[in-house]
């Protein structure tokens, strides 16, 4: 699997961890769906470790950044590497906001519990990502796993330079 020592959240996805097309729901609902995008993933030791401490770190506090983008994160024990899950959802979701507006983009990212650095490093380069409104707006129109994975990849690129 790919490594997060470049911060490139592109290489930390890949389809199989990529929903286009979620639907709607509860809050609860959209982690859980989430989180199921990890099913099988070799840096995934226990999934359902992964979910409870998911859900346990977004009841400590909403994840729901603003601008319709949900943010969950947790360090589990559960992982051995940094893995992440994106979806678009097709209806947004109440999320907790500090906005209060719905959510339709969520971004998960799991990191263990040693890489305290690595894990808010990757958080504050998903949230400069996100804060980009066109980047925010073509992801919402991505019709494709891949269409969204490149879209992520082009937005690195012109970060990067």
Request: net charge negative; charged share 25%.
């Amino acid at each position: 699997m790919p490594t997060t020592d470049l911060l490139s959240i592109s290489d930390l996805l890949e389809p199989a961890t990529v929903r286009v097309g979620l639907p709607g729901g509860d809050k609860d609902a959209v982690l859980d769906a989430l989180v199921d995008l990890l099913d099988g993933h070799p840096a995934v030791d226990d999934l359902e470790q992964v979910r409870a401490d998911v859900h346990a770190r977004e009841r400590q506090m909403s994840t729901g950044v603003g601008k319709g983008l949900g943010l969950p994160h947790a360090r589990s024990g559960a992982v051995r590497e940094t893995v992440a899950a994106f979806a678009v959802m097709r209806q947004g979701v109440a999320f907790d906001a500090i906005d209060a507006q719905p959510v339709r983009l969520v971004f998960l990212l799991v990191g263990p519990e040693g890489e305290r650095s690595r894990h808010i490093r990757l958080l504050s380069r998903i949230s400069r990502l996100m804060n980009q409104d066109d980047f925010r707006a073509s992801l919402l129109a991505a019709e494709t796993p891949e269409a969204a994975l490149d879209l992520f990849r082009e937005a690195e690129e012109a970060l990067a330079s």
